[in-house]
């Protein structure tokens, strides 16, 4: 038994222009309707896709966009996988990089210093149930890839990881078509 955790294709969209904390909301939004990259992952993301019994994706767009480069429909799209929601924050004082925001807000999630600090513990119950529901595919059907976002693959990693899995091999790091390949125990 085996699941394999990918992260979508590149999202076309500049994310080193400059702009406030306010106008994340509004990146985000932008973000996840923008269109992606339609090159060809490798052939051993290739590979991990079309040789699974199981393909699922996030309910996001980029997710099954990034499925239909490579010809294959996911079973399920489901917003269990979704990434993670960023806090929200206000400002107009400070321009950064929407990359440079990303980093912060996302660190400022970890350590608590946010108004919707909650955002971190729903989306550690939310990689639970995921990585359940992942595994009880993977027992039903065998192997399991899903096409989803790396802040919610690394939940459901250390959730696989706490539940006997093993990350077996990885190629790509947190880039864009990384993947990790998780065994049973």
Known sequence: MKIILIRHAKV???????????????????YNHAPIDTTLPSKEVIHYIKGADVV???????????????????????????????????GTWLKLSSKTWLVLLRLMMLAGFSKKSKVYTEAKQRAKKASEYLVGLSNN?????????????WLVGKELERLGWECVKQGGGSKNWGFKVYKSP
């Not at 996030?58 to 499925?67: G, P």
Request: no cysteine; hydrophobic share 40%; aromatic share 4%.
């Open 141 to 153: 059907h065998g192997s399991v890839a899903l096409i989803g976002h790396g802040g919610m693959h």
């Open 56 to 90: 699922l994706a996030s309910s996001l767009s980029r997710t099954f966009d990034s499925l239909s480069v490579i010809d294959v429909v996911p079973r399920e799209k489901n917003i269990l996988f979704d990434e993670i929601d960023l806090p929200q924050a206000k």
């Open 12 to 30: 076309l969209l500049d994310n080193t222009q400059k702009i406030t904390a306010s106008q994340m909301n509004t990146w985000v939004e932008a």
